[in-house]
């Protein structure tokens, strides 16, 4: 099966604009999840999602969002880009089956410079 | 923080060396998971525990997990150059909750 791949791998913004981050996750994986990484507040969770709902929102203002499409792959946007949203931002995909117990498989992740 | 702790933050071992790396975290748990990175890459799964089981173990990984102290361990045996990376626990919280808490990372250099 393929892995879980992100689109695009870079992306350069300038603060004020907005930007959307693509993931598709491995072939009958029905949740994603999104991830931040800054070498200053390491792995940060910032939500997640199962057949098109979100179950969980991690600690992130609203200018940040996402979806997901009944085929799986989702998005996140964030809007109004600020300098302290330069960072890696990863996506997981996971089958958690009926014991909802589950590994997560990361995307290689798309890193994002806001200047 | 809604971080986890990990400890050492930075640990250096010659190659055939054992590296043990500690995870502590804040609330009870369905379960942890282990993960490397290499250079600000994205993350390769190594070892789930389930808050029922109390080790694991993957080839040269050996997985503990103590939830009475809240805490779980890695030990990589007989460390080679290629394990040189960054490793992170996330746990999962009991039922209704989808998310993981990372830990803050422990960076392992082997030296050859």
């Known amino acids: 099966k393929a892995g879980v791949t992100q689109t695009p791998r870079y992306l350069i913004k300038t603060r004020g604009q907005q930007v959307t981050l693509s993931c598709s996750p491995i072939s009958g994986h029905r949740s994603v999840s999104w991830y931040q990484q800054t070498p200053g507040q390491g792995l940060q969770f910032l939500f997640e999602y199962f057949s098109e709902t979100q179950r969980n929102k991690g600690n992130f203002p609203g200018r940040f969002s996402g979806r997901q499409f009944s085929n799986s792959r989702s998005e996140m946007n964030v809007s109004t880009l600020e300098l302290g949203d330069s960072a890696l931002y990863l996506c997981?995909?996971?089958?958690?089956?009926?014991?909802?117990?589950?590994?997560?498989?990361f995307g290689p992740g798309t890193r994002l410079t806001v200047l | 923080s809604q971080q986890g702790e990990e400890d050492p933050q930075a640990l250096s071992i010659q190659e055939g060396e054992n590296a043990t790396m500690n995870c502590s975290y804040k609330t009870s748990i369905n379960n942890l998971q282990w993960y490397r990175q290499n250079s600000g890459r994205g993350l390769v799964h190594l070892i789930l525990i389930r808050s029922n089981e109390r080790e694991k173990h993957s080839g040269r990984l050996r997985v503990t997990l103590d939830t009475s102290k809240k805490s779980s361990s890695l030990l990589i045996t007989a460390s080679r150059a290629a394990d040189t990376a960054s490793y992170f626990c996330?746990?999962?919280?009991?039922?209704?909750?989808?998310?993981?808490?990372f830990g803050t990372g422990t960076r392992l250099k082997v030296l050859a």
């Open positions: 996330a746990s999962r919280g009991g039922s209704g909750t989808y998310k993981y808490i």
């Open positions: 997981a995909s996971s089958d958690p089956g009926t014991s909802g117990v589950s590994e997560q498989f």
